[in-house]
């Protein structure tokens, strides 16, 4: 995905509305100048002391006329303005998500929460300040610029000339000079808001942690240190700011002390009334008021090319992808052989192989268990099963086909160790397996994962609320409920990812017990770290530094190999 297309794409889709926001802007703009006109005109007419009323009767009803416009009219612009943002930002967090989803079994071996925070606070909320405060704003002071400078030039082209050179140093070479001057300032202001955004997240996923080890203070000291380097960031930028301001105030006092003299001299010569010297200059002061937000809009370029490129960053790459339509789905959901051919992987050029040259074949409807200490590369074979990741070597086939992330809901279902339960009732939460099953089919899903006493007893039955979590039910019978919603999607394929982690040794005997008799007739596999229930399984594989160490059934490897005898005599407590 290229970075245009988090930009161009809506700046195509909302042009319309986009040239009646800067159309609206400059009439509120014209307006507003065309007020200070007539009001300085007023001003020196009255005076003059008219004999005769009717001499303002014209200015009066004029002023009041574009006083009424200017209000209006800015309204409107602003009115606009947000209403095409707010579209745009809706289709940004849509095509966010879409970015997302699809990563969703391996988003959390890129991304820390803090990014993903980051990415909506502070990126896509970011970018609207680019059509509201850089695209909009510097469209309308070119167009307000060059409208001033044509209109002087047809009093007088030499001091039109001056003019638009004074002019343009508000336009065009202060905020070059900012631009140069604070992009790097504004870059790491961002950066600094989101490691701040990283490491609040985190803390607050492991609170408990902090409080247990007792290093509240510490987290505290720490992240009030890093505040206060992001608020004297934010000082210097300011201090710029003040300077910045400094300069245009004193490139717009110069303007309107060369507008006075100029005026002057027209006067002098007949060229103008004397009653128009406060009209120019006083218009002068309106025109330079507009074209001052210049330099903060074009300084702020940089920021949004970060946020452009940390939305880019989180594309997932498009070999990991492959859609598949209906009809191969039906073809493939039947059977599926999993074959991994000299597979390696590793999360980084510099990281260890976590995964090195592993070759397997599970047959279907085979039981197989993958055993191994935490960190030798059990999860990431799930991953590369499931095509979240690609191996850097070697292949993974499934019926002959590479995998993929479709393969998800197409080959496999998951049952994880703490499996997503939503605040929704209990058929609700079973029927995320398929959403067009029927109530007899959640029942017969239910009974296979033996819990339908449980919720036959309950007074709303299917409609009884889960709560949040699931946390209205024990932890055996949360791995029941998720077991069902994975039997109701009904693949050849069923992935156990250490999913009686936590329970007692009598609940666990029993869900596993659960599990392997109503999935007998699919291939299961099996992540764990001990061996209850191992018996059960046709085949099993040790990984030991990302290789398999062992492999053979339970009797085979209980003769032949003494590390895995003491391995399960251990686990007996023998």
Known sequence: MNGREWVQPHLKQQKKLMLVTVLLGLIGV???AMLMFMSGYLISKSALQP????????????????????????????????????????????????????????????FQSGDILGLLSEDIEHLQNLYLRTIFPSILAVFVYSGFIITIGAFDVPFALMMALLLGVIVFLIPFVSLLIIQKQHIQLRQKRNTLYQKLTDTVFGLTDWQASGRTTEFLTNFMKDEEDLVTMERRIKRWHHIRDAFIHLVVGITMVSMIIWTGEQADVGNITI???????????????SLAPVSDAIERIPSYKD????????????????????????????????????????????????????????????KVAILGKSGVGKSTLLKLLTGAVQPVKGEILLNDEQAHLDNLSTYLSVLNQKPHLFDMTVGDNIRLGREDAED???????????????IESLPEGLDTPMHEMGKRFSG???QRIAFARVLL?????????????????????????????????????????????????????????GRIAMQGSHEELLRTNKKYRQLYEMDKGI
């Open 30 to 32: 014209t307006c507003a």
């Open 51 to 110: 004999y005769n009323v009717m001499a303002v009767y014209v200015p009066i009803v004029a002023t009041r006329a574009f006083s009424i416009g200017s209000a209006v009219f800015l309204y409107l612009e602003r009115l606009v303005g947000h209403d095409v943002v707010l579209r745009i930002l809706a289709n940004m967090r849509t095509k966010l998500y879409r970015v997302l989803e699809p990563q969703a079994l391996f988003i959390r071996s890129r």
């Open 275 to 289: 009653t128009v010297i406060a009209a120019f200059v006083l218009m002068t002061l309106s025109i330079t008021a």
């Open 307 to 366: 946020s452009i490129v940390r939305l880019t960053s989180v594309e997932v790459e498009k070999e990991m992808i492959s859609v598949q339509d209906d009809e191969q789905k039906k073809e493939v959901a039947g059977s599926a052989t999993i074959h991994f051919d000299s597979v390696s992987y590793r999360y980084s050029e510099a990281s260890k192989w976590t995964i090195n040259d592993v070759s397997l074949t599970i047959p279907i409807g085979k």
């Open 440 to 454: 007899e089919a959640v029942w017969r899903a239910l009974d296979q994962a033996q819990i339908t006493s449980l």
């Open 476 to 478: 055996g019978e949360r």
């Open 489 to 545: 999607q009904d693949t050849p394929i069923i992935v156990l990812d250490e999913p009686t982690i936590g329970l007692d040794p009598k609940t666990e005997h029993e869900l596993l017990h659960t599990m392997f008799q109503a999935a007998e007739d699919k291939t299961i596999i099996w992540v764990t770290h001990h061996l209850a229930g191992i018996e059960q399984m046709d085949e099993i594989i040790f990984l030991e530094n």
